[in-house]
């Protein structure tokens, strides 16, 4: 079976930092391209940071600078490094996978993250 396992979500104040975590199972991990996306009420669902299966990395210009997306292979986990969070920045967090081989696509359940003082 495979499962994206999402984690690290949560309530911070404005300039606080979170770091979130994908945990990975039952793919084979260094063949899939990895990502997040966010979803605010009201708003579509944006691609936030893109990491692909030979490291290269793309961001949406709103976190360039403040979020750091990583991989550990050997791990099969993807992090999203959030830091200097702002308001506009709340939104449920969807951990993304796809194959670079079969283009097969999964998603995490999301996690919240909340940015208020």
């Known amino acids: 079976q495979v499962q994206l396992t999402e984690s690290g979500g949560g309530l911070v104040q404005p300039a606080g930092s979170l770091r979130l975590s994908c945990a990975a199972s039952?793919?084979?991990?260094?063949?899939?391209?990895m990502a997040w996306y966010r979803q605010a009420p009201g708003k579509q669902r944006e691609l936030v940071a893109l990491?692909?299966?030979?490291?290269?990395?793309n961001y949406v210009d709103s976190v360039k600078g403040r979020f750091t997306i990583s991989r550990d292979n050997a791990k099969n986990t993807a992090y999203l490094q959030m830091n200097s969070l702002k308001p506009e920045d709340t939104a449920v967090y969807y951990c993304?996978?796809?194959?670079?081989?079969?283009?097969?696509?999964?998603w995490g359940q999301g996690t919240q993250v909340t940015v208020s003082s």
């Open positions: 993304f996978a796809r194959s670079t081989v079969t283009q097969r696509e999964y």
């Open positions: 990491i692909t299966g030979g490291g290269g990395v």
């Open positions: 039952g793919i084979v991990f260094k063949s899939y391209a």
